[in-house]
């Protein structure tokens, strides 16, 4: 079985410019999540899609920052215009349907370094 | 201060050695997560658990609810272990991850 992929591995670009990067789940996988480790901080929580609806984004840090999951399968997050303090690695994790007695566990892609000249 | 803390920040030992490796959080929470980053590499699940204790192969990882504390034990260290691992909790009702900032981890030969 496929893990979860992401494209690019590594995007370097300038200033004011768009990036979008991408997330493949581990198929069948209904919860999608981005997450966003920028140097020498934690991994946090950007957002949480079910499905194709989001669920809980409360941690995209504003408006330039775009996520979609059309159909419900892969995600795009759109960051435009890019700005330095973007930089950081972005991870993507998928986990199976979340049952209410207990929390699935979350497979996780390689992640996708974007620097931000 | 950080939800969820780890200690130490970076840890160097001889091959062979017993490791041990601590997270304690400060919120109550479902489930607790052990995860491995190798460098350059992604993010690996190691354990996901809410009591007691589990292994799988020289990792061990146990979590005291009451306490807030959960540790992660290598034995018989080897230098392949030589990761970043990070701890990462469940909180309320979302099943959104709360990180540690990881340790650093180095075995020598």
């Known amino acids: 079985e496929a893990g979860v992929t992401q494209f690019p591995s590594h995007s370097v670009i300038e200033k004011g410019q768009t990036v979008t990067l991408r997330c493949d789940p581990i198929?069948?996988?209904?919860?999608l999540y981005w997450y966003r480790r920028v140097m020498g901080k934690e991994i946090k929580f950007l957002l949480h899609?079910?499905?194709?609806?989001?669920?809980?984004e409360s941690g995209m840090p504003n408006n330039r920052f775009l996520a979609e999951r059309t159909g419900g399968t892969y995600s795009t997050l759109k960051v435009q215009p890019a700005e330095l303090e973007d930089s950081g690695v972005y991870f993507c994790?998928?986990?199976?349907?979340?049952?209410?007695?207990?929390?699935?566990?979350?497979?996780f892609g390689p992640g996708t370094r974007l620097t931000v000249l | 201060k950080n939800e969820v803390e780890q200690s130490p920040q970076n840890l160097t030992a001889q091959e062979g050695e017993f490791i041990t490796i601590n997270c304690s959080y400060s919120?109550?929470?479902?489930?607790l997560h052990w995860l491995q980053q190798h460098p350059g590499g992604g993010i690996v699940s190691l354990f996901m658990?809410?009591?007691g204790k589990k292994k799988h192969g020289r990792l061990i990882a146990t979590i005291n609810i009451q306490e807030k504390h959960s540790s992660l034990h290598i034995t018989a260290s080897h230098p392949r272990d030589s990761a970043v691992y990070i701890c990462?909790?469940?909180?309320?009702?979302?099943?959104?991850?709360?990180f540690g900032k990881g340790i650093t981890l180095s075995v020598r030969p």
């Open positions: 994790a998928s986990s199976q349907e979340r049952r209410s007695w207990t929390y699935n566990e979350q497979f």
């Open positions: 198929s069948g996988h209904d919860n």
């Open positions: 899609f079910v499905k194709e609806s989001k669920q809980d």
């Open positions: 919120v109550g929470i479902s489930a």
């Open positions: 658990l809410s009591s």
């Open positions: 990462a909790v469940y909180t309320g009702a979302n099943s959104k991850l709360t």
